[in-house]
């Protein structure tokens, strides 16, 4: 089974930027597609951003792109999530998720196996 330990969010004025961490545990590394959600008070989990296994590819949401980048390092197990240009709708609970069978692609669709516990983002105006 592989574990998901999520770090980095807290609470940051709107044009700002935070970075948040998941460290991967349990499995290798290198075969999972890993990905960030966030969930907002009163709405559901939405998607924000995934990079395939080999780093190849990245997808984003629409309401992130161009603001925040998703990258990996294999050596230390990590999936990490720089947010620039942090607007107050950003606020959200950030799930960092995994998943070795799924496409990139699909995960704006299809929810991952594998989760962490959240990180919270909160994004002053």
């Known amino acids: 089974q592989v574990q998901l330990v999520e770090s980095g969010g807290g609470l940051v004025q709107a044009g700002g930027s935070l970075k948040l961490s998941c460290v991967v545990s349990?499995?290798?590394?290198?075969?999972?597609?890993m990905g960030w959600f966030r969930q907002a008070p009163g709405k559901e989990r939405e998607f924000v951003t995934v990079?395939?296994?080999?780093?190849?590819?990245?997808y984003y949401a629409d309401s992130v792109k161009g603001r925040f980048t998703i990258s990996r390092d294999s050596a230390e197990n990590e999936v990490y999530l720089q947010m620039n240009k942090l607007l107050p709708e950003d606020t959200a609970v950030y799930y960092c998720?995994?998943?070795?069978?799924?496409?990139?692609?699909?995960?704006?669709?299809?929810?991952?196996?594998?989760w962490g516990q959240g990180t919270q983002v909160t994004v002053s105006s």
């Open positions: 998720a995994a998943d070795d069978l799924l496409e990139a692609s699909m995960w704006p669709e299809i929810a991952p196996a594998h």
């Open positions: 349990g499995r290798t590394f290198t075969s999972y597609n």
């Open positions: 990079i395939k296994w080999d780093g190849d590819s990245t």
